[in-house]
């Protein structure tokens, strides 16, 4: 182990401490469909099912389950993190439609992470930010993981993102092969497309794919890469995504740099044992929580303050999140 890595730790926290305060945001992807017309990235779950779905409009979401979720985030002050999925089963179009009724939803404009597109001029300002899925912190490890998403054309679109005057985001998944001393290429990577927000992920091996038995990065890899980021980009927004089998990281994490962090089933984890231990992970690493993870009047009324038509799906929200699974 670095020997240093307590000082990089305690660097990256004081530097955090100053420069965003002591908030830390729950943050939600929100899918638009469980198709994926790629289908081929050696890790995902995605690339398991891609043959048993035959018609990627089927795999779409009722639109107004879609709402329904975002009017839910709002009430528990959760952050939508993006709009994920979509790519082929709903058109530019259709995207922009949702993002903007998102956005009258929650105030907020919308970052999207739905594909290597290159319609990005027909958005406005119902986006607020357009994701790069790099995935991989090691460029030539890319090419074998994700053989469809060309490092070249995700690049190209979030210069073309910043031309048009979007934010910038890259996802990162750890435990792919790459190393710590990729952490450079992941940094030079940050400065040249100029990315305003960098979300990590650690790899959660699937069945069915060639990481079935592979183990997850350890938390103190998965900190220092946080920390180094962190220090080397004092101002950009860092969200860590953790499963549910890994809360423990979170603390270790938040204090490594995180601004946000997500990956978690939300609703059915809502005023667990899990929610709540969450909430300490991010009490005893010194931060308040936007938002709750326990708070049942937070929910709200069995109906939507939006539309009847979301009605059903608030109700079916709700019943989830007071429902404990565990
Ligand atoms: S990572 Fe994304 S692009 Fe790759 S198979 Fe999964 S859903 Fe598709």
């Known amino acids: 182990m670095d020997s240093n890595i307590f000082d990089l730790i305690k660097d990256a926290n004081d530097l955090t401490l ?24 050696a890790f995902c779950y995605m690339s398991t099912q891609k ?18 979720e975002a009017e839910m985030c709002k009430r528990l002050n959760w952050n939508i993190e993006f709009l994920s999925g979509g790519y082929k089963s709903f058109t530019t179009q259709e995207i922009k439609e949702i993002a903007t009724k998102i956005k009258y939803i929650t105030g907020d404009g919308v970052w999207l992470n739905t594909g290597i597109t290159d319609e990005l001029e027909e958005y406005g300002s119902e986006i607020k ?25 995700i690049s190209s679109m979030l210069d073309t993102a910043g ?16 190393t710590l001393d990729d952490v450079e290429y992941v940094t030079d990577y940050i400065r040249e497309h100029e990315i305003d927000r960098v979300i990590f992920y650690s790899l959660n091996p699937h069945k069915e794919t060639i ?12 900190a220092q890469v946080v920390a180094r980021v962190r220090l080397e980009f004092p101002e950009i927004e860092i969200i860590c995504g953790t499963w549910i089998d890994n809360l423990a990281n979170i603390g270790i994490l938040i204090l490594s740099g995180a601004n946000g962090i997500t ?11 899990y929610g709540k231990r969450v909430e300490e992970e991010v009490k005893w690493a010194g931060r308040q929580l936007k938002g709750t993870f326990t708070d049942k009047s937070k929910l709200g009324e069995m ?11 608030i109700k079916r929200y709700i019943k989830e999140s007071l429902k404990n699974k565990y």
Not at 22 to 27: A, G, I, N, P, S
Not at 51 to 68: H, T, W
Request: hydrophobic share 35%.
């Open 18 to 41: 100053k420069k965003h305060g002591d908030l830390v945001t729950l943050e939600r992807a929100v899918f638009l469909s469980w198709w994926c017309d790629k289908g081929d990235c």
């Open 51 to 68: 043959d048993k779905i035959k018609d990627p409009r089927k795999a779409r979401r009722n639109v107004s389950n879609i709402y329904a």
């Open 129 to 153: 930010g357009i994701t790069g899925a790099v995935e991989v912190a090691n460029p030539q490890i890319h090419n074998n993981v994700c053989p469809s998403k060309s490092l070249n054309d």
């Open 163 to 178: 031309d048009l005057g979007f934010k910038k985001a890259i996802t990162i998944i750890l435990g792919l092969g790459e």
């Open 211 to 222: 990481y079935a038995d592979k183990s997850q990065p350890a938390s103190l890899y998965y």
């Open 263 to 273: 990956k978690f089933p939300l609703f059915k984890m809502f005023g667990t044992k």
């Open 303 to 313: 109906k939507s303050d939006v539309s009847p038509d979301l009605d059903k799906f």
